[in-house]
């Protein structure tokens, strides 16, 4: 294995997987404990739009896909703090127009030849060093961000009224917080795909919330689950030539049914022992 460093492609795939990591470690706590997953969806597979505008107008993948899912993340925020009765049905809306456009501009795009899969699937071995600048870019955006206004995430994560009674504007952290989580799907949609971000946007936060009681030592052991997927999943998909963002899914969806076993395993011989006593 350690012949394989001095390829250009494996180094760059374990940047990327350090950088992804501390991206979906951070975010995906804040997904979790704000009740966002679903929210979250809708504003991942709008990246599919963002991708098919880039390659009808021939600008750059990544800003003009960060640009697009942000526009998109900011009108869903919109939508769900006007409290709609049928938020659900413009989530899903906009979460499948958002695909319907990205398709229908590729299909209109002259000549157009690029592997749709990378951008459905993921593809943590191509990723090129234009777009390891842009994720390290986000990670100093989204860290700077975390550290700045952890105390008031802490309150609106927990319980959004006290934390307005406490001064915190939620309102605007909240759409804020949700174009942080555009940021990182654009960032992950290279490594897993737009089709399996939510997977690594949510498996190693839960995961990491069954053991930890503060919202700091969740997202360190987050990433650092996260970072065991990826570099498991990357090992794994290399030996047996599999498709590297499905294989880091498989890994954490294993390890995620191995934690809870366990746990279902302990629950039984506790209640067990207390019975006898």
């Not at 943590?124 to 234009?130: A, D, E, H, K, R």
């Not at 689950?225 to 498709?243: A, D, H, K, R, V």
């Amino acid at each position: 294995m350690i012949e394989l460093l001095q390829y250009n492609f494996i180094q760059h795939a374990l940047i990327a997987a350090v950088l992804v990591s501390i991206v979906a470690g951070i975010i995906g706590v804040l997904v979790v404990t704000n009740r966002l997953v679903f929210l979250s969806g809708g504003i991942v597979h709008t990246a599919y739009g963002g991708v098919g505008l880039a390659f009808y107008a021939g600008t750059a993948v990544m800003p003009t896909t960060l640009v697009f899912t942000s526009i998109n993340a900011l009108l869903l925020g919109a939508l769900s703090q006007r409290k709609l009765e049928q938020l659900d049905i413009f989530i899903g809306l906009i979460w499948s127009l958002g695909m319907a456009i990205g398709i229908i501009l590729m299909a209109l795009t002259p000549g157009y030849g690029a592997d749709l899969s990378s951008y459905l699937f993921g593809s943590i071995l191509t990723v090129p060093v234009s777009t390891l600048y842009l994720m390290g870019g986000s990670v100093l955006i989204i860290g700077a961000y975390t550290i700045y206004n952890y105390r008031s995430l802490v309150l609106m994560s927990f319980d959004a009224d006290f934390a307005q009674s406490k001064g915190v504007k939620v309102k605007r952290m909240y759409l804020s917080l949700l174009v942080l989580v555009a940021i990182a799907s654009v960032i992950l949609v290279k490594v897993v795909g737009i089709v399996l971000v939510m997977a690594l946007l949510t498996m190693p936060a839960y995961m990491a919330a069954q053991y930890t009681k503060s919202m700091l030592s969740m997202m360190c052991h987050s990433i650092l689950w996260c970072l065991g997927f990826t570099l498991t999943g990357l090992i794994f998909s290399y030996q047996m030539n599999l498709p590297s963002g499905a294989t880091i899914v498989v890994t954490a969806s294993i390890c995620l049914a191995l934690q809870l076993g366990l746990r279902e395993i302990l629950k039984f011989f506790k209640k067990g022992a207390v019975q006898v006593a």
